[in-house]
């Protein structure tokens, strides 16, 4: 279908990017790789009145270090992040979890904040970020704001970015020395994730010293499997693993849809919990 | 109405468009360039994949004043003289095509794995087609032609 008509800005810098929010205000929307707001507006579930397309604003795509965070620039795509070599060195996990998110046509385009600020709860990538401890750097007329990842994500496609603020790069604590893996369960290749696991495991003497585990689909926000996260202290053997996943659906909300009831999503998340630490913990 | 300066298969259009106007529109309605096909409303489908600036993109789902000061490559533009490229040879020889409905965005995106993988498995060529939908084929042969022209001596 045809998109409904809105006016359109291609701002120069990130300042007037927020002017020109500011000045749509509810009516206006940020256009970043637009590969969840094109297909919205083709099915008309949008009607933004602005357009503020931020695709070339010098500096908001790349990534760099600093200190101990890796920082990624929000018009940083899901190929690049796929291809850098700081992220594969220092966020391993993001890199495994974003080579899954839909085709190469689509990862040339969407990026990793748009992922976030779009706060689909199937989206692969605010798991993972909140998995990594990860927060979100947002720029507005008041200023600039750091919002730690387990407060950005409020609800179903509900970030906690104001309507004239952009979110300006996504920085990440960097995870050297973490074994990690992204499990992620779908029926068709390309489809979305009916429940995906991103977990992260730092051994010390063959056992697990430390685990975190994030959960996509399992609720309208991306959850921590916590009650899984404490039992993996001391865990040694792939049965210990075994028993700690058992808790992963612990504290869910899954959703009723086409392809599977709650109760199904809690046993993937248990099962999918237990592969995802096993490899991450290189004892699969 | 947006200014919009793209060159599309080697010629440059200079044009007054619609914001909302996608780029698959820009290319069949205005400059009549319609071997670029629209597959699906929900960017599921691949037929109407297209080079900008040198990757493949679903053209659905870039609007044209996004390709403003861009380069597009279109099916329309690989074959030069009637002479076909090495892909799209291998589609012919190897029957990957019965309605060709969904060759354009195939050979698009297979022009893109070659690009990055010039010797690709057939494991990672069904991966960089997974955004491309067949209806007919049963993909198989599309898999033979990519392997094939990935062995030709001539890029894709
Ligand atoms: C066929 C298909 C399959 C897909 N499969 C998957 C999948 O398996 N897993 C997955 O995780 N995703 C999937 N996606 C979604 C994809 O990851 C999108 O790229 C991503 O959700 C949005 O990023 P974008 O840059 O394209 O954002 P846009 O579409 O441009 O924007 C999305 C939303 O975020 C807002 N926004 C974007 N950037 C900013 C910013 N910097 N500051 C403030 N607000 C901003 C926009 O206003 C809009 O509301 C799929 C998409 C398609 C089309
Ligand atoms: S027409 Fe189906 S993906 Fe573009
Ligand atoms: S040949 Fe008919 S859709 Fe592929």
Redesign the interface.
């Known amino acids: 279908?045809?998109?409904?008509?809105?006016?359109?800005v291609?701002p120069t810098s990130v300042d007037e990017a927020v002017r020109a929010l500011a000045e749509g205000g509810e009516e206006a929307k940020v256009?970043a790789g637009?590969?969840s707001l094109?297909?919205l507006?083709?099915?008309r579930l949008a009607f933004p009145e602005l357009?503020v397309?931020v695709?070339r604003i010098p500096g908001l795509r790349g990534v760099r270090e600093d200190g101990d965070m890796l920082v990624i620039g929000a018009m940083t795509t899901h190929?690049d992040v796929v291809h850098d070599p700081l992220v594969r060195r220092h966020a391993g996990l993001l890199a495994a979890a974003t080579a899954t998110v839909?085709?190469?046509?689509?990862r040339?385009?969407g990026t990793l904040a748009g992922s976030l600020a779009h706060a689909d709860p199937a989206g692969d990538l605010p798991a993972v970020v909140l998995a990594l401890d990860g927060e979100m750097v947002a720029q507005g007329p008041r200023g600039r704001r750091t919002i730690a990842a387990r407060d950005f994500f409020v609800d179903y496609l509900q970030s906690s970015l104001e309507p004239d603020e952009l979110l300006v790069e996504v920085r990440l604590p960097k995870a050297d020395g973490w074994g990690f893996h992204y499990e992620k369960f779908h029926r068709v290749?390309?489809s979305w994730a009916m429940v995906g696991v991103a977990a992260l495991v730092r051994r010390a003497d063959g056992h697990i010293a430390e685990a975190r585990i994030g959960l996509t689909n399992m609720s309208s926000v991306p959850l921590r499997a916590t009650a899984t996260e404490q039992a993996l202290t001391g865990a040694g053997d792939a049965e210990a693993v075994a028993r700690a996943a058992e808790s992963a659906a612990e504290g869910t909300h899954a959703s009723q849809d086409a392809s599977a009831t709650p109760e199904y999503r809690e046993h993937l998340t248990r099962v999918l919990t237990r592969r995802a630490v096993l490899a991450a913990a290189g004892m699969g | 109405m947006t200014h919009i300066s793209v060159k599309v298969d080697g010629t440059t259009y200079e044009d007054d468009v619609e914001p909302r106007l996608l780029l698959v529109h820009y290319l069949r309605d205005r400059l009549g360039l319609t071997g670029t096909p629209i597959g699906c409303d929900t960017s599921n489908c691949g037929a109407c994949t297209v080079e900008l600036d040198g990757v493949s993109v679903k053209s659905c789902s870039v609007l044209a004043v996004q390709a403003d000061g861009s380069e597009v490559t279109t099916v329309e533009g690989l074959a030069h003289d009637g002479e076909l490229t090495a892909l799209q040879r291998a589609f012919h020889d190897k029957h990957a095509l019965q309605c060709g409905y969904c060759t354009p965005g195939m050979l698009m995106a297979a022009r893109d794995l070659l690009r990055e993988h010039p010797h690709p498995t057939t494991d990672e060529i069904r991966h960089a087609l997974e955004g491309n939908l067949c209806r007919c084929t049963g993909y198989q042969n599309i898999v033979r032609a990519v392997q094939a022209a990935s062995e030709e001596e001539v890029p894709a």
Do not use: C, N
Request: glycine letters at 6%; a neutral charge; proline letters at 13%.
């Open positions: 279908m045809i998109p409904p008509a809105f006016d359109y291609r256009l637009g590969q094109l297909p507006l083709r099915l357009v397309d695709g190929h839909a085709d190469p046509a689509v040339h385009r290749s390309q």
